[in-house]
């Protein structure tokens, strides 16, 4: 979506029969209608009221738009730096294949389907004539090969920010090749792609992208402590990481995080059954380290910092007094009602873990009937 979905057609005449009263001297002196005499036909009407137009109506009808006449998609062409394709649900490739070329200004480009419409050939497209694109999104297209990563390496080395997760069939070297020239990628969502994400990629990435912030690794499989830790010493900046059913990592992986990664506010553990105690700790110690080493100055920015979101569903192997210590070192971590960000679903032995709030709740409700006394 480009904007707010259906501008009223009254409301284009109303503003149309304005343009006609008043003529085209007062929107700019737009490349259309030269900003000279009365505007009688929509062909006529400047860039810049053309593009505000646009950007209150969805894609779909932007697209549509663009093949009014040549002005409209000259100045659309132009204009256009958002645009998501989602709503179309036939013959996607084909209309990615035909327009590419034509909207070679996108910065944003959404191409997430339900159903994998999406080829090599469209994405190589788009590698070729859009060269500024900054965010792009692939999740689920399973028929992309490698050959795709290798175009859009070649194609669009500013991109910082990729997800494609689902696209089942890229591999790590594909990934580990693509690292290589997009250098500037923040954002970058693997989950589910099992063959993409493995400790020679990520090797890769924690090299190459020292300004990434948020991985998704979730369900990653073949996912280890290599890699891992080669990300925590590669990318301090990280922020968030889910590694959320990534089997095979332990303790190792949490600690290079915690001493790495000082910004990390999300990170999800889910089904990690490795995990100990070991890991909450250093997590915690890590807090409390660098408390000790921040500057005045900056303790306010500290106070902000920290994890908000932690994920350790299913870890069977953690205990009540390692929780509680990282839930007392993090108190944006809560698992009070309503504002659960530390989830322990699963692991019943961490039931009496509570956060600062949880408690303080509990003895104000235990104080008012000592009060009524």
Not at 57 to 69: E, H, K, L, Q, Y
Not at 245 to 262: F, K, P, Q, R
Not at 347 to 371: E, I
Request: aromatic share 6%; hydrophobic share 40%.
């Amino acid at each position: 979506m480009i904007g707010l979905e259906g501008l009223k057609s009254e409301e284009l005449d109303k503003c149309f029969e304005r343009l006609m009263v008043f003529g085209g001297g007062g929107i700019g002196g737009g490349k259309m209608g030269g900003g000279r005499g009365v505007i009688t036909e929509w062909k006529d009407i400047p860039m810049e009221l053309l593009l505000r137009i646009v950007s209150l109506v969805d894609d779909r009808t932007v697209i549509v738009a663009s093949g009014v006449c040549s002005g409209w998609r000259d100045a659309i062409c132009w204009g256009l730096t958002h645009l998501s394709f989602s709503w179309c649900k036939e013959n996607m490739n084909n209309l990615v294949l035909s327009l590419a070329p034509k909207f070679t200004k996108l910065e944003v480009l959404i191409l997430r389907h339900d159903r994998s419409q999406l080829l090599d050939n469209a994405v190589e497209t788009i590698a070729n004539c859009c060269h500024d694109l900054l965010d792009l999104d692939l999740s689920k297209s399973f028929k992309l090969t490698d050959q795709s990563l290798y175009a859009l390496a070649r194609g669009c080395p500013n991109l910082m920010k990729l997800n494609i997760s689902g696209c089942s069939a890229f591999s790590d070297i594909a990934v580990a090749y693509l690292s290589g020239f997009c250098r500037k990628l923040k954002s970058l969502n693997l989950c589910g792609c099992v063959k993409a994400a493995s400790d020679k990629a990520l090797k890769a990435i924690g090299y190459n992208c020292n300004q990434l912030q948020s991985l998704n690794l979730g369900w990653c499989e073949n996912v280890g402590d290599v890699g891992v830790m080669s990300l925590a010493y590669g990318c301090p900046d990280l922020r968030a990481l889910d590694l959320c059913g990534c089997v095979l990592i332990t303790d190792e992986s949490v600690i290079a995080l915690a001493n790495n990664c000082l910004h990390l506010r999300s990170l999800g553990l889910y089904y990690c059954q490795n995990i100990t105690d070991r890991a909450m700790y250093s997590l915690a110690h890590s807090r409390v380290k660098n408390k000790h080493e921040v500057w005045e100055s900056v303790k306010s920015r500290y106070e902000e910092e920290g994890l908000i979101n932690l994920n350790i569903s299913q870890c069977t192997a953690l205990t009540p007094p390692a929780v509680q210590a990282l839930c007392d070192c993090f108190p944006a971590l809560h698992t009070c009602p309503g504002r659960h960000s530390l989830i322990i679903s699963g692991c019943l032995s961490l039931t009496s873990v509570h956060c600062a709030c949880a408690v303080q709740a509990h003895r104000a409700a235990n104080a008012l009937p000592n009060a009524a006394h």
